[in-house]
């Protein structure tokens, strides 16, 4: 029996990562000095990778990633949509399932990857490491079965994220010092690179080589830390096909939409006159808030083109086309197969409301005396100083409570008129307890406390059905009956439309402890999070698995 386990994890660590580095140990974390837009700086890296290795596993696989951390910070690494049923020790965020990974020590991730194929993703789940600290997963189908589309002839990993020329942790600290908002970043990035329109790009532009007349997959992933992203290319249809790793009813469309956190697949045929065409991704913002608008770029070429043919930019979505962004959302919906179904609770066991607000408290050492918090249901979360898992499952007193309210105390007009005045945020490590099995509704409400805003929020331990959306007030009367409850999306991050709600429904059958939070990473810092403590079932496989021995100590 041990034999056949050993044959098992050597079999993984041959075909999972032998493609993709060339180290024997997969994540050393590791500073390394990289140029971008004419500005040298160190960054913290995988094993010296910007982005990190993409780890290839198979529907089924057991997965062991040891990641030794040889960078000044402490560090966590979260498998972004892997649902890590019972092995909440193996999920990553730091003070949520574990301590983080301090310097000069190790950690082995060991999970199963069990009915999921398809995009997800890996980043840090410490402060905003995950700026530099990210890479694609991709997982294969069981062997023999095909994908639910076209075979396409290649595929790629596309993965869209942000550059800072300064060091990222201290404009961060400096800016929280202040009471401030971080500076926005100094460009978007296809593959870790900005891209023809910015300085010293020569080196630094992705490019994609095709066939005339091939299909390719690309494997779409937002790893921004504070931007929606219109995506697309010149004189090319995409076909999506994914999205969070669950495949959809394929519809074609010129550019997509995608959150931070979010990922999807999409099919493009190089059907197009043999030529350069851009590949482009900028920002998608429709509230009155400071971002980046800068247009990462790449190429997608026709093979046999020379480079001097000049590339043609894609028409992408005006910054802030709403409509674009709610009817491409509204095209969303589950394949619903006999093979893959959409098993969406009808039945709701329980429903949740949870209002999303910004404020600002009193900082007397801040700039204006002030600083920004954001709140679900007016509370702020504080983070612990251990994880809330280990507390949960040792019992450990005072850690965290579990009275996290279901509704906001006070109701008031949403989505109204702007409110500035003092509502009065309290803040605290409030926990939501789930009894196990229970399906649960939970409808995200934006506010206009402050600022009205789009945000894309994460579950994780957890994919969930997206059974309706609109703009304004969530109307419990009315809407509801709007629901789609046959074929709704079924994912891992949604977004909440700006001056809008979000209602999504999934059944509580992983026990543990499962961080819930805006992928915003500056909304995250304000507080924008909480917790649903899921309890232990009745069986003996309905229950949190032991921790690791290895498990980092707080």
């Given at each position: 029996?041990k034999?056949?386990?050993?044959?098992r994890?050597?079999?993984?660590?041959?075909?999972?990562?032998?493609?993709?580095?060339?180290?024997s140990?997969?994540?050393?974390?590791?500073?390394?000095?990289?140029?971008?837009l004419?500005?040298?700086?160190?960054?913290?890296?995988?094993?010296?990778?910007?982005?990190?290795?993409?780890i290839?596993?198979?529907e089924?696989?057991?997965?062991?990633?040891?990641?030794?951390?040889?960078?000044q910070?402490?560090m966590?690494?979260?498998?972004?949509?892997?649902?890590?049923?019972?092995?909440?020790?193996?999920?990553?965020p730091?003070y949520?399932?574990?301590?983080?990974?301090q310097?000069?020590?190790?950690?082995?991730?060991?999970?199963?990857?069990?009915?999921q194929?398809?995009?997800?993703?890996?980043?840090?789940h410490?402060?905003?490491?995950?700026?530099t600290?990210?890479?694609?997963?991709?997982?294969?189908?069981?062997?023999?079965?095909?994908?639910?589309?076209?075979?396409?002839?290649?595929?790629a990993?596309?993965?869209?994220?942000?550059?800072?020329?300064?060091?990222?942790?201290e404009?961060?600290?400096?800016?929280?010092?202040?009471?401030?908002?971080?500076?926005?970043?100094?460009?978007?990035?296809?593959?870790?690179?900005?891209?023809?329109?910015?300085?010293?790009?020569?080196?630094?532009?992705?490019v994609?080589?095709?066939?005339?007349?091939?299909?390719?997959?690309?494997?779409?992933?937002?790893?921004?830390?504070?931007?929606?992203?219109?995506?697309?290319?010149a004189?090319?249809?995409l076909?999506?096909?994914?999205?969070?790793?669950?495949?959809t009813?394929?519809?074609?469309?010129?550019a997509?939409?995608i959150?931070p956190?979010?990922?999807?697949?999409?099919?493009?045929?190089?059907?197009?006159?043999?030529?350069?065409?851009f590949?482009?991704?900028?920002?998608?913002?429709?509230?009155?808030?400071?971002?980046d608008?800068?247009?990462?770029?790449?190429?997608?070429?026709?093979?046999?083109i020379?480079?001097?043919?000049l590339?043609?930019?894609?028409?992408?979505p005006?910054?802030?086309?709403?409509?674009f962004a709610?009817?491409?959302?509204?095209?969303?919906?589950?394949l619903n197969?006999?093979?893959?179904?959409?098993?969406?609770?009808?039945?709701?066991d329980?429903?949740?409301?949870?209002?999303?607000?910004?404020?600002?408290?009193?900082?007397p050492?801040?700039?204006?005396?002030?600083?920004?918090v954001?709140?679900l249901?007016?509370?702020?979360?504080?983070m612990?100083?251990?994880?809330?898992?280990?507390?949960?499952y040792?019992?450990?007193?005072?850690?965290?409570?579990?009275?996290?309210?279901?509704r906001?105390q006070?109701?008031?007009n949403?989505?109204?008129?702007?409110?500035?005045?003092?509502?009065?945020?309290?803040?605290?490590?409030?926990l939501?307890?789930?009894?196990?099995?229970?399906?649960?509704?939970?409808?995200?409400?934006?506010?206009?406390?402050?600022t009205?805003?789009?945000?894309?929020?994460?579950?994780?331990?957890?994919n969930?059905?997206?059974?309706?959306?609109g703009?304004g007030?969530?109307d419990?009367?009315?809407?509801?009956?709007?629901?789609?409850?046959v074929?709704p999306?079924?994912?891992?991050?949604?977004?909440?439309?700006t001056?809008?709600?979000?209602?999504?429904?999934?059944?509580a059958d992983?026990?543990?402890?499962?961080?819930?939070?805006?992928?915003?990473?500056?909304?995250?810092?304000?507080?924008?999070?909480?917790a649903?403590?899921?309890?232990?079932?009745?069986?003996?496989?309905?229950?949190?698995?032991?921790p690791?021995?290895?498990?980092?100590?707080c």
């Amino acid at each position: 029996m041990k034999k056949e386990e050993e044959k098992r994890k050597k079999k993984f660590v041959l075909r999972a990562w032998i493609p993709v580095i060339t180290s024997s140990v997969f994540s050393q974390v590791q500073v390394k000095n990289v140029s971008r837009l004419c500005h040298a700086k160190p960054i913290v890296t995988i094993n010296g990778r910007f982005p990190g290795p993409t780890i290839y596993v198979r529907e089924g696989d057991r997965v062991l990633i040891n990641v030794t951390n040889h960078a000044q910070y402490n560090m966590s690494i979260h498998w972004h949509g892997l649902k890590q049923y019972r092995n909440g020790w193996a999920d990553g965020p730091a003070y949520v399932t574990q301590c983080p990974i301090q310097t000069g020590s190790s950690y082995t991730y060991d999970f199963n990857v069990t009915g999921q194929r398809g995009t997800l993703w890996w980043h840090a789940h410490i402060l905003w490491l995950r700026a530099t600290v990210y890479g694609a997963i991709v997982i294969l189908p069981k062997q023999g079965t095909p994908f639910p589309f076209p075979q396409p002839y290649r595929e790629a990993e596309i993965i869209l994220g942000e550059w800072w020329n300064g060091n990222v942790e201290e404009f961060v600290n400096k800016a929280n010092n202040l009471g401030l908002p971080p500076n926005s970043s100094d460009a978007h990035t296809i593959n870790g690179k900005p891209g023809p329109l910015f300085p010293c790009y020569e080196k630094h532009t992705f490019v994609m080589e095709v066939e005339q007349g091939k299909t390719y997959l690309l494997r779409i992933i937002n790893a921004a830390l504070n931007d929606e992203l219109f995506f697309g290319i010149a004189g090319h249809n995409l076909t999506v096909v994914e999205v969070d790793a669950v495949y959809t009813k394929p519809f074609t469309t010129e550019a997509i939409l995608i959150a931070p956190g979010q990922t999807t697949n999409v099919l493009v045929q190089a059907n197009q006159a043999s030529g350069r065409y851009f590949i482009a991704a900028r920002p998608f913002m429709d509230a009155p808030v400071a971002i980046d608008n800068k247009t990462a770029t790449g190429i997608f070429q026709y093979r046999g083109i020379p480079n001097t043919v000049l590339p043609s930019l894609p028409q992408l979505p005006a910054s802030n086309d709403t409509a674009f962004a709610l009817s491409y959302n509204k095209k969303l919906k589950s394949l619903n197969t006999p093979n893959f179904p959409a098993n969406v609770p009808l039945k709701v066991d329980r429903k949740l409301f949870y209002t999303i607000g910004f404020g600002k408290e009193s900082c007397p050492t801040c700039l204006n005396g002030t600083r920004f918090v954001a709140s679900l249901n007016n509370i702020s979360f504080e983070m612990p100083q251990v994880g809330l898992l280990q507390a949960h499952y040792f019992n450990l007193k005072g850690v965290f409570k579990t009275d996290f309210p279901d509704r906001p105390q006070t109701p008031f007009n949403y989505t109204g008129a702007p409110l500035t005045a003092n509502l009065g945020t309290s803040t605290g490590t409030r926990l939501s307890k789930i009894a196990f099995n229970s399906t649960v509704e939970l409808v995200l409400q934006d506010t206009n406390l402050l600022t009205v805003e789009s945000h894309p929020f994460h579950l994780h331990g957890y994919n969930f059905f997206v059974v309706g959306t609109g703009i304004g007030n969530f109307d419990p009367a009315k809407d509801p009956a709007k629901y789609n409850l046959v074929d709704p999306v079924e994912r891992n991050t949604v977004g909440v439309p700006t001056g809008g709600w979000t209602a999504i429904r999934f059944r509580a059958d992983n026990p543990g402890v499962w961080f819930m939070h805006c992928h915003l990473e500056l909304h995250t810092g304000w507080g924008l999070k909480t917790a649903f403590v899921v309890e232990d079932g009745p069986g003996s496989d309905h229950s949190v698995l032991p921790p690791p021995k290895d498990l980092p100590p707080c």
